[in-house]
């Protein structure tokens, strides 16, 4: 207990002192913020404030079970292991964008011509939509009659009331939280990147806003959601327990989006390779 104390000077001592979670949680803290004080590079401090997100981290908790599509790849395992850590991802290479990549490989994550994002982006609107549905209150992708001047269409709406008679239109976007663009801000404070993609996605649809509830759903590529995807999520979630009694119902709702974006991110990483190279080549180091 004296050397806990010394540790840490002002933290009381636990209320519970059979918990192992109540002593550990504050030398934890102090480790994580001590590695955030440190950081060497621009990249390291965005990087920690993302993982210790409670979002970030909900795809180590999940079952990994292929039946129910929560098992990760070993390949793509080990990459998002490898990003959460920012350790080495591959050997450098040039992308076929014409940029290189580095041991890291985080250029993968923004890379313009990476088949990651659009299968990511599919991913999160489909396990959306089929929690709605679960929910009972179904809902289709890509709705007709929504469009903006310029043809696009939001994501997803729900063809029966969401709220005060209103049906619910979403649109999902997963940034790059370590983007050169977004660091000044991701640096500075957690899910930053995701909540300015969220407000982009409200200036799009501004026109929905008086006939529907449109919601953003902005998620980052470390995981960190952005205010518009936690409220959604807290409310799908209450309804999803609601409608199959399940308390856990929305944990796995939260694990299934956060494994899209994992399964995203590898594919991102991956994506970088010319494409005629074996990936062992680049990515079993």
């Known amino acids: 207990m004296n050397a806990w104390k010394v540790a840490c000077p002002n933290t009381a001592f636990p209320e519970n002192p059979a918990s192992q979670r109540q002593w550990d949680e504050?030398?934890?803290?102090?480790?994580?913020n001590k590695l955030i004080?440190?950081?060497?590079n621009t990249a390291e401090r965005p990087r920690l404030l993302a993982v210790g997100e409670w979002e970030s981290g909900l795809w180590l908790h999940a079952l990994p079970s292929p039946s129910v599509g929560t098992m990760l790849g070993d390949t793509?395992?080990?990459?998002a292991t490898c990003l959460r850590l920012?350790?080495?991802?591959?050997a450098p290479h040039r992308c076929q964008c014409g940029e290189s990549v580095d041991r890291l490989g985080q250029h993968g994550l923004s890379c313009s011509k990476s088949a990651g994002p659009m299968a990511r982006h599919a991913s999160i609107n489909d396990i959306i939509r089929r929690a709605l549905v679960t929910a009972g209150v179904p809902a289709i992708l890509e709705p007709r009659g929504l469009a903006r001047d310029d043809g696009r269409r939001p994501d997803g709406m729900s063809i029966m009331p969401w709220k005060m008679g209103r049906s619910l239109v979403w649109d999902a976007t997963c940034v790059d939280t370590l983007a050169p663009s977004h660091l000044p801000s991701t640096a500075s404070c957690v899910g930053a990147a995701a909540a300015a993609a969220e407000n982009l996605k409200r200036h799009k649809y501004v026109n929905l806003t008086g006939n529907?509830?449109?919601e953003p759903f902005g998620?980052?590529?470390?995981g960190p959601w952005g205010p518009s995807a936690h409220r959604l999520f807290r409310e799908i979630r209450k309804r999803l327990v609601e409608s199959t009694r399940d308390q856990r119902a929305?944990?796995?709702?939260?694990q299934r989006i956060c494994i899209a974006i994992q399964r995203g991110n590898a594919a991102s990483l991956l994506g970088t390779i010319p494409a005629d190279s074996d990936a062992d080549?680049?990515?079993?180091?």
Do not use: K, Q
């Not at 504050?26 to 994580?32: A, F, G, K, S």
């Open 26 to 32: 504050p030398l934890c803290r102090l480790t994580r």
């Open 37 to 40: 004080e440190t950081s060497v």
């Open 76 to 79: 793509t395992f080990r990459l």
């Open 86 to 90: 920012g350790a080495p991802t591959a």
């Open 212 to 214: 529907c509830i449109f």
């Open 219 to 222: 998620v980052e590529t470390l």
């Open 250 to 254: 929305g944990l796995y709702f939260g």
């Open 281 to 285: 080549e680049y990515f079993d180091t």
